[in-house]
Each structure stands twice: as C-alpha cells, then as structure tokens.
C-alpha cells in the first residue's frame, strides 16, 4: 500500500482574486501536507493567474487534492506533474562585502564558472544573482559561504510543462458554450 | 474589478438603472432572486440594510431569530425542505462569527445558503475596529465561495454571483460580507442574474461510456446493491432511481441524508446503512458483488473500516462532484454528472431483472434485526417508554406525511430509523457535521418554507437546550411547528459511548433539566408532558391536530441505547446488534 513520496509540481490556473491563496493554502494546510514552494504569478493568459506548488507526496495524494483545489470555484484547471514532465528553475540572490570582490580573487572566478550575474556593485555591497537547479544554488551558496554573505534568498521553484496544458482552448470553450 | 471579467453578462438591454442606496440594492437583488424570508439578526454594522428592509416589509419578510445560530439553521431548514437557496443575514463580528456552526453544517450538508454579514466601514478594515472580525477568512473553510464587497456598485454582479454559486452543481453555502460604506453609498442600480462563472463547471458532463459500463456490471450482476444519499435528493432524481430500482429489482438503502427519497414503504427499500444503520444492508454491503453509490459520499459513518469495505464488490459511482470519485472508496466505473440525468441514461441501459433470492436475504436479515431490535424498540414489554415507540406514534398520527426536523444524537438514530416517509424531502437532519441545536430552529425554517406540512421536530434534552431561545421566534413568528422533546435525562448518545466502551463512567452526561413545559408555556406555546405509555397515543394526537405550535416532552427511559451498531472503526459485517 505504501506509496512512493515524489516531488510533484503542481500547477493552477486560477482568476485573478484576494482570498484565493487562502482556499489553496487551506487544502494542504487541512491535510497535513508541508508546502516546500509556492510561486504565483501572472500567467500567459490576461486576468488569470498561476500557482506553482511543489510538495512531496504520493500520486494518489496528489490527485485527490487536484480535485479538492479544482473544486474551489475561482480555478480554472489543475494539475500534477513530475520533474520528468516539467522544466523548472529556482532563482537566488546574494549580497557580499564589496571589499571582498576585489580582495579574493577567488571570489571572481566563483563568479566566472557558476555563470552567475553581479546585478549591482557599490562601496559598501556587490549583489549576485544565479538561477538554476537547487543543487547548483546550494552549490554556489556553500562556496561562498566560505567568504561571508549578508544577506541570501532564494525563489519558489518556476515550471513550465513539456506537454500542452490548454488553458486557452478550456476557457474558449467556456465563453462559446 | 476582477469579478466583472468572471461574469458573463447576459445581454438585456432593456435593463434600466436607477440611483439607489447599496443597501436598497441588496434588498433589490435578493427579491430580483425570488427571495420572500430571510432570518437574521440586526446591529451596527448592518442597519442600514435593516433601515431598507422596513421599507420592503411587503415584499420580503424578515424573520427575527434569537441567535444568528438560529437564523442559519433556519435558512437551512427553508433550503433542506424547499430545495431553494436559503437566506441569513447577521452583523459584523459576533453576529457574523455565531453564523458559522450553520455554514460548516450546510457546507458538509451540501445546502444551498446565502449569508450575509454587515462589516466594518472599508478604511477601518485591518485595524480591529469595534466589531470588526476577519469573517472572510474565518469562513473560507467553511463556505462553498466567499466575497467581501467595498464598494456598493459591485453589489449585483456579487449577489448574482452568489445566488448562482449556492444553488448549482452540488450546492453549498455562500458568504457576502458588506462594508457599512458600501451600504451607504449611492450608485446606479441594475441587476442580471448570473447563469455563467467563467472558472467554474458545476455539473460535469455524463460520459456516455461510462454509463455504458455501469449498466453492463449491472445486468451481469448476482446481487447488485444500491446505496443512495443526498445527492438523488438535490439532483431532483427521485423518480429516476424509483424507476432503475423497480427495472434491475436491486435491493436499494440510504444514507442518512438520503432518507425519503424513495418513501419508506417501498419493498425494495432495504434501509438506512452506516453506524447505525439496518442489519441487512450494513451485512449485505461486504457481500453483494456491484455496489452502486449514488449521489453519497461514502462518509466515514457509512463505511466504516475502510479496508474492509465491501473488498469484494465492484464499485460503481454516481456524483456530481468529480472530487468525490476514489476520495474514500476506489470506483471501478464513475459516472459523472447529475443524477436525475444519469439516471435517466442510466435506466435505457438496464435490463429487467428480480434478484429474488438475493433480496430474500435481506428479509431474513431483517426478520433477525426486528427481533433483536425492532420489536422491543415499537412495541416494549417494560415499563419505561423507548423514543422507538414515540416515532411510531407520530407515524400512526400523520401517517407519514410528516417532515421529521431531528437533532443530533439517539433520538436522531431513531427517528432516521423509525419515521415513515411518504413524500421526499422529509427529513431534515444535521448529517456530516452533526451538529447539536439544529433542529428547533431548522424546523422553523422547515414550516415556513412548506406551511401546508406537518413538521414536526424530533430533539433530545441536550439539543434542545443549545438552542432553546428559538422559542421565541416560534412565539413572535407564530410558526406552528411540533416539537417533541424526548427527554432521557442524559446526553443519551455520549452516555451510550460511555456504556459501551467507558466501563459506563458516565463523565458530565447526565443532565438535570428545567421544567421543559412551564419553558415552553412561558412562551405561550401549548405544551404536555408525557410519562406513562397509556397517555402517549392521545397525547401525540392532540399535538397534531393542534393549529399552532405544540410543545410535546415525552419522558423515555433513561438508559436505553440504539442498535444496530457499528464501533468506530470496525466493518460494516460486524454490526452489532445488543
Ligand atoms: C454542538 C455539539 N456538541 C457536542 C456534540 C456531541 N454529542 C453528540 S450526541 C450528544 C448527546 C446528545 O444528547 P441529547 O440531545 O440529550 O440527545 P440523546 O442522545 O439523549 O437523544 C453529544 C453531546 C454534538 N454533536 N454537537
């Protein structure tokens, strides 16, 4: 019985309204279910936006609760998908002693190789920017740990899906019924 | 404003505008909705709704409850026995919080409710303000969608919307909460009814295919069972299922909130299933080979012990809520859709067929249950009066044409068990959130919704205390509804647990009651108390034959416990009987 436990991207397109967070966050919340990212954002559609959720949990898990947020009348579709069926990214950001730029050279070449971009350089702070797969974020946050960071946030995880997922159609299909 | 783009508009020019008040304007739309009673309960923040309603006095009448517990129950007894959207009305803070016990019961009732709650002027929203609480949030959980409207011209599309929300699809509650400036302000007025949210799909389309697959288990079935609920009841399909029941000859039971849909004299109307449910079909579910849920929810009260629920049987599922498929019970065949069409579709497929033996079964089972159980509960050897005999009294006197409005608790089991039901409809009952306090003010709404029945309100004396000041709105209101306390001294249900599996440490169950008649008389209510077996028959008669309400305790004995049953989670086959 005991299911395999993936890490699933789910995804929801959804009207654009206050109080919508809450109903999804409640579904998981209801559920015991731990929220290891959420990203919402504007969508490719105008006026709908789109939740990216990514929690750990069994396949049977993650189809009842794409019922339960299907169910909530302001979502227009859900889904689940594995890794294999997404491309995804996370972003990050550092902020570090100025000083330190020009005194470790090491520093620089951290830079060079882990394709990281300076957004901005002052007197007191240089501020680094990097997107990428966890493991290379966390790999460049260890290297620079090394060094002493100010500050350090990283972004939910972003998907887009390999397959079509045909919001467009769904909501023509809506408007001409 | 986003709900403007959700909202197809429904060309009608000939729609005219006026200049009017935000609260006139929800007095506008929820005539426009067919809207003639809303129960509630005034205060700061929605007087100005209350000043209009003066003014509309003819057009909409307005019924002051005791307790905004009581205006949500009410409006659920009015939705439950007139399958209409219900309307209660309550102000900010604790007007609006003492509505949500009503809005959680109707939620998981699957009842059709527009609540709505007056707040704080908008630029205090966020402070805590006087009387301000976060009732949105407070009742995202709790409510099928919800919305809090600042500015008055947002009014009509919202009510539309709401209106539109709580009735279609699988039906549920819906909360508006309104600023007190944007009751104020002036704006100018039209209203269209909603008929389209662009997000949302309320009835999902019946596959064909499926209903193919469902009918071919059935016909190749030995010993099919039915098991319907509510939803035959919302879907209007009660004709349907008759007819699928009488063609294949399946052997049909009911959940709780299923209860009348098919009437109870029916033969192949087999019984209520769940805890305590009948013997034979709470038996036969692990035994038939094609389970055929429709329009239920296989709640947790109804299975029991999942993993052992009906293993052996293919599971077909009729719903309307796409949600519902594999949540609880793993379906071999799901039809989608509304019942009255699935149904429909679903009889061309049968084939005709009897199922003798199999339903020969059930009558034996039955014969076991009626004398283990049955028998001793209608017709007791002792001295002390059963609540079984009361109900078939109140069967005898109105000869099943009564709405039976029950509370929660043994009274409950037993009314659900024991009430003869003629007509749907006729039981009103806090199922999935059972909830205490129901049903006084549920039979209020009850009888004000449907004034040529006999309601009658079945509670016990635990209940009846949750939400005794109802008496008044009986009184004010003149509703002449039937109350029957069954009065065992006990909170019978909890003290029945503690019998059982407590070692009968019958911990804060016992209760000493006031004197239940000079209550009811206080309030001007004709009101008897019934103690010994030879008054009762006389006793229920005069109740029914009264005009106006009646107050009607019987006093029953004290310890005795309803059977069948099922222990939490243990096997439907391991009901038991003593
Ligand atoms: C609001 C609420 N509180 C507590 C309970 C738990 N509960 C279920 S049944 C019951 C006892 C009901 O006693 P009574 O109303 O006297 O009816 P009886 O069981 O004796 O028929 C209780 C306390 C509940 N269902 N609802």
């Known amino acids: ?177 | 404003m986003s709900n403007t783009q959700t909202i197809k508009k429904v060309e009608n020019k000939a729609v005219k505008t006026e200049r009017i008040t935000g609260s006139e304007a929800i007095i506008k739309c929820l005539i426009a909705e067919g809207v003639d009673i809303l129960y509630g309960y005034p205060g700061g923040a929605i007087m100005p709704v209350y000043d209009e309603l003066f003014k509309y006095q003819d057009k909409i009448h307005h019924v002051l409850t005791r307790h905004e517990q009581g205006a949500a129950h009410a409006a659920q007894g009015y939705a439950r026995i007139s399958g209409k959207v219900g309307v209660a009305m309550a102000t900010s803070g604790p007007g609006a919080t003492n509505l949500i016990t009503g809005i959680a019961d109707a939620q998981i009732d699957s009842t059709p409710l527009v609540c709505i709650t007056g707040q704080v002027f908008s630029h205090l929203l966020g402070s805590d303000a006087f009387q301000e609480t976060d009732i949105v949030g407070i009742s995202t959980p709790v409510t099928k969608w919800n919305h809090q409207i600042t500015k008055a011209e947002d009014i009509p599309e919202v009510l539309a919307k709401a209106f539109y929300i709580a009735k279609s699809g699988r039906p549920g509650p819906v909360l508006i909460d309104i600023t007190k400036d944007a009751q104020v302000q002036e704006f100018d007025f039209k209203y269209e009814k909603c008929t389209e949210v662009r997000s949302y799909n309320p009835v999902p389309k019946t596959n064909i295919e499926s209903v193919k697959a469902a009918a071919k288990l059935i016909n190749n079935a030995k010993k099919p069972l039915i098991v319907w609920g509510q939803g035959v009841i919302l879907g209007e399909a009660e004709e349907e299922l008759k007819a699928v029941v009488e063609k294949a000859g399946i052997p049909a039971a009911w959940t709780i909130l299923g209860a009348s849909a098919l009437p109870t004299s029916h033969p192949l109307n087999v019984g209520m299933v769940g805890m305590h449910g009948n013997y034979a079909p709470n038996k036969l579910t692990n035994e038939c080979d094609v389970l055929i849920a429709i329009g239920m929810r296989f709640d947790d009260r109804v299975t029991g012990d999942l993993k052992t629920y009906a293993k052996q049987a293919k599971v077909i599922h009729f719903d309307i809520d796409p949600a519902e498929i594999d949540k609880n019970v793993k379906t071999d065949v799901a039809v989608l859709g509304n019942s009255k069409e699935s149904l429909a579709l679903l009889l061309k497929e049968l084939e005709e067929n009897s199922h003798q033996e199999w339903h020969q079964k059930f009558k034996d089972l039955y014969k076991i249950e009626y004398e283990k159980v049955i028998k001793s509960d209608l017709l007791p050897e002792k001295e002390g009066l059963t609540m079984g005999e009361v109900l078939k009294e109140i069967n005898t006197q109105t000869k099943g044409d009564a709405a039976i409005v029950s509370d929660v608790g043994q009274h409950q089991m037993i009314a659900c068990r024991y009430a003869e039901f003629n007509k749907t409809k006729s039981n009103i009952t806090s199922g999935g959130l059972g909830t205490m306090g129901f049903a006084l003010p549920a039979a209020i709404g009850a009888k004000m919704a449907a004034p040529d029945r006999e309601v009658v309100a079945i509670i016990g004396d635990g209940g009846y205390q949750m939400n005794i000041q109802e008496l008044g709105t009986v009184f004010q209101q003149e509703v002449p509804v039937k109350i029957v306390v069954l009065n065992n001294e006990f909170l019978g249900m909890v003290r029945q647990w503690q019998q059982l599996f407590f070692d009968k440490r019958y911990a804060s169950t016992e209760m000493t009651n006031p004197d239940f008649v000079t209550i009811a008389k206080g309030y001007r209510i004709n009101a008897k108390r019934v103690t010994k077996r030879e008054e009762l028959a006389d006793a229920v008669k005069d109740m029914i034959a009264s005009k106006s309400s009646y107050f009607l305790e019987v006093c029953v004995e004290k310890e005795d416990n309803v059977f069948p049953m099922i222990p939490t989670g243990a096997s439907v086959s391991d009901v038991r009987l003593s």
């Open chain 1, 1 to 177: 019985m005991n299911e395999e436990i993936k890490t699933l991207t789910i995804s929801i397109y959804t009207e654009n309204n206050i109080g919508l967070l809450n109903r999804i966050s409640a579904i998981f919340q209801r559920r015991h279910i731990n929220i290891e990212s959420l990203t919402t954002s504007q969508s490719e559609i105008e006026n709908v936006n789109r939740f990216v959720i990514v929690v750990k949990i069994s396949e049977t898990q993650a189809k009842k609760i794409v019922g339960q947020i299907e169910k909530q009348v302001e979502v227009i579709k859900a889904y689940y998908h594995d890794e294999h069926e997404t491309i995804f990214t996370e972003s990050c950001m550092f902020k570090i002693k100025s000083e330190l730029l020009f005194e470790e050279p090491q520093i620089q070449n951290i830079i060079k190789e882990s394709d990281t971009r300076i957004v901005t350089v002052n007197k007191q702070f240089f501020v680094l920017e990097k997107s990428g797969r966890r493991h290379e974020i966390e790999a460049l946050r260890r290297d620079l740990s090394a060094f002493g960071i100010m500050q350090f946030v990283r972004s939910g995880r972003i998907a887009v899906t390999k397959d079509e997922m045909k919001i467009t159609e769904l909501l023509d299909g809506v408007k001409n019924k």
